[in-house]
Structure formats: structure tokens, C-alpha cells
């Protein structure tokens, strides 16, 4: 009985998730659930845009293009839990935590799909 009643709770978010309205959220619940759902598509399209970068160069600045990567995630991941600090324990958090790396993350795509894009002879885009 204590396993079906602790997977019945377990599931509860994602079943939640799955019926959840993002034009028309008005619990906290609902908004928090769709700003996370907002930065993972965000995060998808970043994704992608790497994998179309790391495609086009040699092994050399790939591995300097990874690192890039791994410390700008790193960086976003700290400073959106800064950003939301004020917050902390509180009901929205996770909505304005979700957003921060919602924003970072669409503007990260957007530099690399500036470099995705170099015009000719520009020197300065690898």
C-alpha cells in the first residue's frame, strides 16, 4: 500500500505537467510548471544550434568551443540561482529561476547562431 500511495505522489507532477495550460496558468503551481517547460524548449534549440556549430569545426576548437560551453552552463546555472536567491523557499522561485534560464539560455542560442552564420572573410568568428 506505502508503494502505490508513494507512486501515486511521485507521478503527480508530470501527470500535472501533462494537463497543464500554459495561456491560461493562474496557480503558482501551473506557472512553474510552464516556465520550466519554456526553458527546456529554449534549451532544446540551444542544443541543437551547438551540435550545428560543433559540426562545422576542426577537432582543435571543438574542444575549446566544449569547454566555452561547459563554463558558460556553469556560469548561467550560478548566476540564475543568484538572480532568484531573493526568493528562496518561496513559491516562485522556481518560476523565476525557470526564466532567468530561460533568457540566458535564448541568448547563448542566438550568439551561437550569430557564429553559425559568419559572413565571409569575417576574422573574427570562428
Known sequence: MRIALFALFALTPFVHAAETDCKNATTQMDMNICAGQEFKRSDTLLNQAYKQKMAQ???????????????????????????????????????????????????????????????????SCP
Open 57 to 123: 569545426l576542426s577537432p582543435e576548437q571543438q574542444t575549446k568551443f566544449k569547454a566555452a560551453q561547459r563554463s558558460w552552463i556553469a556560469f548561467r546555472d550560478n548566476d540564475c540561482a543568484f538572480m532568484s536567491s531573493g526568493v528562496d523557499g518561496g513559491s516562485v522561485q522556481p518560476m523565476i529561476y525557470s526564466g532567468c534560464l530561460q533568457q540566458k539560455t535564448e541568448q547563448r542560442t542566438k550568439e551561437i547562431n550569430d557564429i553559425l552564420h559568419c559572413e565571409e572573410g569575417d576574422l
